[in-house]
């Protein structure tokens, strides 16, 4: 028998252990879908492609594992585009699946008609065009192979629709071994140096990124042997328990507490590993770093917003474990300090409980007891802006994976089909979406797939009336708000109108019974919940980045700055 171009890619997602595609399908690539229907690569229907590429994020950014998005030409790029960005700029590995026009005939202006291999190349780690059968199977092998491989991210394979609609010569399934994508090289030079520079070291940061969760427990023993607090990225929230005693914030610098910024400011040492001090995650580069050790598998990283004294390019894992294994002092462990970070903690916790709201929901009541009813692994998934930080600053994890949210890219959006994907990913854990009422307008639709498919995701629309981070920033340094104010959306028609279970949460003395209600309907059915948030307190990090980015202004701008706010607050 003949194989068809769907058949070969099958067997490639197969042998990868693919076993979910996400998108729409066309008529370029119904072909694929017919050969994907009833297979164990199970094809699932989206709302927007714009949603299958946030939930094959949220999938592979959940549990390690890849999913495909299946696009038509043209259009189901462009749509798809927002979400194969946040991968690209996050670190997320994804196969990127798109049909091509066909090659085979003369015509011009055929539909779907675009240069779509030059849309792809500036947002993907690669990019493969095929041109015959014979280069489908082995071309996915490798472009799944290079999205796995540090730096992770996308990688977009474009087959033309023809090779779906001819057979071709091919016979018997192609052989499926690759190159093991374990191990590593590490420069015994460079670490040594490093070595020496931590052992000379007398109070120790580490700066922990997102693939530092692959050797969390690796990551809790260098901690302990270099008696250091630990500092992780946004992203990597999690890779580090919070409840440990080492456990500095998610954010370093100004964007941080007074008092964990305190602590930061007396390290003489920062081992930074798996991160690239980028905008978000340094509050606007608001950062003074002591001397910097600078681990990363991608070389480009290095020296661009903070000086390196040592870099040293490795993957996380490796890097961490060669620490380990290497004669790294055994240090002594400082009982005051560690008593002073949890002081700091303290302090910190109290004044966010400090913020109780009489007419609309405490974020820290909420945020305490949705960990409270929710399991210990739990999936939470934030959107870009102020629920992000919020999240970020409120819950305290204590396993890798278990937060997720747009970062780099920061694209609206994320988190409902983001959660979706999570959710299919991991089907036994509790998945909760906390999107802001602005970002839920624009993809909130997407719960349509969550009840066809009855992926019980618990989605939190944290609803304030407005866009909140802008809003607080327009407020802080312009002295008023301008189109941030929203219409709103009857959340509990919508419900009813796609069929899912709606809860509304106005006061705190509601949160706990109303979660109970939720997490038991979860295990079923995708569940809406319309969480009347108080956003009035604004967070450590919007405190920071805003004084960072005032600060940076010079003497005359600050003073228009203000000026300004002043008039218009007298006016």
């Known amino acids: 028998m003949k194989l068809s171009g769907g058949q070969l890619v099958l067997k490639a997602l197969q042998d990868e252990g693919i076993t979910a595609t996400l998108g729409i399908p066309g008529t370029h690539n119904i072909e694929l879908y017919d050969v994907l229907d009833g297979s164990n690569v199970s094809p699932y229907l989206v709302t927007d492609e714009q949603s299958a590429s946030f939930m094959a994020d949220g999938y592979a950014r959940s549990s390690g594992k890849m999913a495909v998005v299946n696009i038509v030409p043209g259009a189901g790029l462009t749509h798809a585009a927002s979400g194969i960005t946040e991968a690209y700029l996050d670190g997320i590995p994804l196969l990127v699946l798109a049909c091509g026009l066909r090659n085979d005939i003369s015509q011009s202006f055929q539909l779907h008609d675009i240069a779509q291999i030059e849309i792809a190349r500036p947002i993907c780690k690669e990019v493969f065009s095929i041109k015959k059968h014979e280069e489908i199977y082995s071309v996915i092998r490798k472009a799944c192979h290079i999205a796995k491989m540090p730096p992770q991210g996308p990688v977009f394979v474009e087959v033309p629709a023809n090779l779906y609609l001819f057979p071709s010569d091919i016979t018997t399934l192609p052989p499926s071994p690759l190159p093991s994508r374990e191990g590593g090289f590490i420069d ?10 931590l052992n000379q070291s007398s109070r120790i940061g580490i700066y922990a990124g997102f693939s530092t969760g692959d050797v969390a427990d690796d990551l809790v023993c260098l901690a302990e042997k270099l008696d250091a607090v630990v500092f992780t990225t ?13 456990w500095g914030w998610n954010v370093i610098g100004m964007g941080a507490p007074p008092e964990i910024q305190k602590i930061f400011s007396s390290l003489d040492c920062l081992l930074a590993i798996g991160c690239r001090f980028g905008e978000v995650a340094t509050a606007s580069y608001g950062v003074k770093s002591p001397t910097l050790i600078h681990i990363d598998c991608n070389e480009k990283v290095f020296n661009k917003n903070f000086p390196a004294l040592i870099t040293l390019k490795a993957h996380s894992s490796v890097a961490i474990k060669a620490l380990l294994a290497s004669d790294l002092k055994k240090r002594t462990e400082d009982k005051s300090f560690l008593s002073g970070l949890a002081l700091a903690h303290k302090k910190i916790r109290e004044e966010q409980k400090s913020h109780q709201s009489s ?49 780099d890219y920061s694209c609206m959006g994320y988190s409902v089909p983001a959660g979706i994907g999570a959710k299919l990913a991991n089907p036994s854990k509790s998945v909760v979406t906390l999107a802001g009422d602005g970002a839920f307008l624009m993809t909130g639709l997407e719960l349509v797939t969550a009840k066809t498919y009855d992926l019980g995701v618990i989605t939190c629309i944290l609803n304030d009336g407005e866009l909140s981070q802008i809003a607080q920033f327009q407020k802080k340094t312009l002295g008023s708000k301008t189109c941030t104010t929203l219409a709103g959306l009857n959340y509990k028609a919508f419900a009813e109108s796609i069929g899912i279970p709606y809860f509304l949460i106005q006061k705190d003395s509601d949160i706990e019974s109303v979660l109970i209600e939720v997490k038991k309907i979860s295990e079923k059915y995708p569940v809406l919940v319309e969480v009347m948030i108080d956003y009035s307190f604004p967070t450590y990090f919007t405190k920071g980045a805003i004084k960072v980015n005032f600060l940076r202004l010079p003497w005359k701008d600050r003073l228009r700055f203000v000026g300004r706010v002043i008039k218009r607050k007298l006016i």
Request: a positive charge; charged letters at 25%; proline letters at 7%.
């Open 188 to 197: 015994e030079n460079i670490l040594t140096k490093i070595k020496d520079q």
């Open 359 to 407: 007419s609309r929901i405490s974020p820290s009541r909420f945020f305490e007891t949705c960990q409270k009813i929710m399991d210990e692994n739990a999936i939470y998934v934030t959107d870009s802006g102020n629920g992000t930080f919020l999240a970020m600053e409120q819950l305290r994890l204590k396993h890798p994976r278990s937060f997720l949210g747009p970062i």
């Open 234 to 246: 946004i992203s990597g929230k999690g890779v580090f328990p919070e409840n440990h005693p080492r």
